[in-house]
């Protein structure tokens, strides 16, 4: 019998902290189009640099996105409980859900279930952080990481470009 691969935890907390980060995101991508990108390229009239530096900031929001979408439905456990069981090693059994508990495995209270090599159950993603889904997780940290430091490093730029005009006087 095939089983459905679609993952989705129904919690309401979890939804809202969820949509909660998208909008984080399109409001940092929001700000750096409308406000940082302005200052960041005042001094520079090339139309390559202005188009690669802002495509770059457009991929890291996209794959940002991408990635906590992909954390969020995807099974954070990677193989079946018969898997286990055909490995012949011996299991503890989950007093809460009943299933088999290799190491490293916890229980989860919100997906209602065991996750193995669970790391935390993270509401911003509205999913468990397990063996199956960690990678798209740490993905989601490093664009989302590389975008604050894309921010900060274009905003600093920015923000000594508009000294230099105050400085010597040109209007803008
Ligand atoms: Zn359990
Ligand atoms: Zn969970």
Redesign the pocket.
Known sequence: MSKSNFWFVKDLGGILCCIFTWILILFALFTFLIVVRPLFFINSPEIKSKIFYTSLYLFLTLFAIFSHTKTMLSDPNESNQDTFLSSGRKYLV?S??S?LKPARAH?CSVCK??IRKMDHHCPWVNNCVGEANIKYFLLFLFYIASMSIYSVFAASIGLLNLTKIETSGIPY
């Open positions: 989950c809460i859900c299933s229980h279930r065991c």
